[in-house]
């Protein structure tokens, strides 16, 4: 059954990542109205950030509400991406602790770089369709007027944006590893964290001098700049390279480090026989 | 339960003849764990270390079926993780096939499979699903799993009817028939048995054991049974070892325990290698439960 050699080795890790993508789509299946009822909570949520474009016109201010409501729109929008993508991140290790399998699954000749790519994967697909599901609900909601916006340009920042998520949502998933109980909800701090140096509902020019300085090294920065820029401003690909290149720098040095890291925690788990279910 | 040849493809043994099929020598763990009573800096529990597994030692040929006997916390469910590389040692060595099982783990994860008294499966998902997910672990398209997943689940006596039902919804009897499927799905030449059968209604139970002793008779795995369930030490197994509170103070044939022991039953060779009978626990083991 084992196939030997590069071609055969390589072939069993591809088939392993389409096995990852595969239970998560199972899974995904099994927990469809648990899904709407998360996309609903999504898309109230956003709506209460949005809903701050036309409160602040309503105190008297002069503001370009379609714009305002936009930016925060596209902030609300990677807010909940990024959610989607640490979760699933997280559950890696959390949700298979708690059914049992993760022995099963650390045991089998899977390599954890393609077992943790398979779950990236699956992440940012299942994360794309949501995120521009609610972007087009909440836009139609509020009657935004997008006229110049280059979608196509948008996708492309949120895609290479993603190799660097991924990278990050490798270290949190390392964190139920280390502690069953909490690590879970240390992943939402590392979400929240990137997010407010990164300028998720403003300009990073208004934070503090050395959160301005951390929100030159988080991913989300460029992501929710290039964004908007498309969004707005109808930016091409090649004027939003300024953007584009910080990313994929970041992306190619998160992606190892999160492996490190991840293989680091297992050790450790191993070491100190974490990897068995508890609860 | 239909022969199990059709269902377990076998795989040409990983190393010579010569090399046996599990070795290990003097291999250690040790945990820290709380102390619930003694209290550290600002009263936190104080930590000790707590030896799960004593310099174990001993060789498996392949094709042998091994049980290793041992009460609750006796340290037989670690030496399974440390045998299928979920734990690192402490000292000491362990190696499957040639393969050192830590040093080389990759590639003894390929040979190497296990159930365990919990089945441990995706609960919402089936049993066709569960399967199908674990089986591209070890390379298996879905082009291979398709016909061989219903064949395995008939094989091992599981309805065909409840293939696409939720494992939530299946007896532990079930589940633990799709978890030895689940197992020989992968052709493992090691096949680590953890209390395969704890907790199993009588005929369920006799169902698995029939099963074990068809993967001996028909596939050239070899099996290492962690039992607490003396009859079926003595039935399955070649050999029998003792594990107590992490030391392996037994090891042969059940005959040559009883000889040994001047004993007429297991039951007896056990309570005279360790000095107490096999139900019998005292607040050291209560302290290993930990290892179970």
Redesign the interface.
């Known amino acids: ?3 030997t050699g590069v071609a ?1 080795a390589a ?2 890790q591809a ?2 990542l ?3 993508v ?2 998560n789509w ?2 995904f299946k ?2 469809v109205w648990w899904e709407v009822a998360f996309f609903v909570w999504t898309a109230a949520n956003t709506l209460t950030i949005v809903f701050i474009g036309k409160g602040v016109e309503s105190t008297g201010a002069t503001v370009d509400v379609n714009q305002l409501t936009t930016i925060l729109l596209v902030g609300a929008v990677i807010w909940s991406y990024l959610g989607i993508i640490f979760e699933l991140f997280v559950e890696t290790v959390a949700w298979e602790r708690w ?3 993760i ?9 954890r770089p393609i077992h943790l790519f398979g779950t990236g994967v699956f992440a940012v697909a299942y994360g794309i369709v949501r995120a521009t599901i609610v972007f087009a609900v909440i836009a139609a909601f509020f009657g935004l007027d997008m006229p110049n916006a280059n979608f196509a340009a948008a996708l492309v920042v949120l895609a290479v944006a993603s190799i660097s998520f991924i990278g990050i949502g490798m270290m949190t998933a390392v964190l139920p590893l280390i502690s069953p109980e909490k690590g879970t909800q240390i992943g939402y701090v590392a979400q929240g964290l990137m997010l407010v140096v990164s300028g998720v509902y403003y300009p990073v020019s208004v934070l503090p001098d050395w959160m301005e300085w951390l929100s030159k090294i988080s991913p989300a920065t460029y992501a929710l700049r290039g964004i908007r820029a498309a969004i707005l401003e109808g930016a091409s690909i090649g004027s939003l390279w300024g953007d584009i290149w910080p990313l994929i720098v970041i992306g190619v040095a998160a992606i190892p480090i999160g492996i490190e890291i991840f293989r680091r925690g297992e ?1 450790h788990a ?4 974490k ?3 508890s609860g | 339960m239909q022969a199990v040849e059709q269902m377990t493809t076998s795989r040409e043994a990983p190393a010579p003849r010569s090399v046996p099929a599990v070795e290990v020598v003097d291999l250690r763990k040790e945990f820290w764990r709380k102390s619930g009573r003694d209290r550290g800096f600002l009263g936190r529990q104080k930590r000790r270390k707590v030896a799960a597994l004593k310099s174990v030692s001993f060789t498996m040929d392949r094709g042998e079926t091994l049980a290793i006997l041992g009460q609750n916390g006796s340290g037989k469910s670690t030496l399974v993780r440390l045998l299928s590389t979920l734990l690192l040692h402490d000292g000491g060595s362990a190696r499957i096939f040639g393969h050192d099982a830590f040093a080389d783990s990759s590639a003894v994860r390929k040979l190497v499979n296990r159930v365990s008294v919990e089945a441990s499966f995706f609960k919402k998902m089936s049993s066709q699903e569960n399967l199908a997910y674990a089986a591209r672990f070890y390379g298996m398209p879905p082009s291979q799993t398709r016909d061989r997943i219903p064949e395995i689940l008939t094989n091992v006596g599981f309805p065909a009817d409840r293939r696409g039902e939720a494992m939530e919804n299946l007896s532990r009897g079930m589940q633990q028939k799709v978890a030895l499927a689940r197992a020989l799905l992968t052709s493992p030449v090691l096949l680590l048995l953890d209390e395969p059968t704890t907790g199993l209604d009588p005929r369920s139970k006799l169902e698995v054991q029939q099963f074990i002793r068809e993967i001996r008779t028909t596939h050239d795995a070899t099996i290492l049974l962690c039992t607490h369930d003396l009859a079926e030490a003595e039935a399955l197994a070649d050999r029998v070892g003792i594990l107590d509170r992490g030391e392996l103070i037994a090891l042969g044939s059940a005959q040559e325990l009883k000889r040994q022991y001047d004993a007429a039953t297991l039951e007896e060779a056990f309570f005279a290698a360790t000095g107490r009978s096999f139900e019998e626990e005292d607040p050291e083991d209560e302290d290993r439960e930990v290892f179970a």
């Not at chain 1, 191993?270 to 026989?273: A, Q, V």
């Open positions: 059954m084992m196939t055969g072939r069993h088939i392993a389409g096995g990852v595969e239970r199972y899974l099994r927990y059914e049992g399998t022995e099963y699954t650390f045991m089998a000749p899977l390599s050790l191993k070491k100190h026989g990897l068995k279910r």
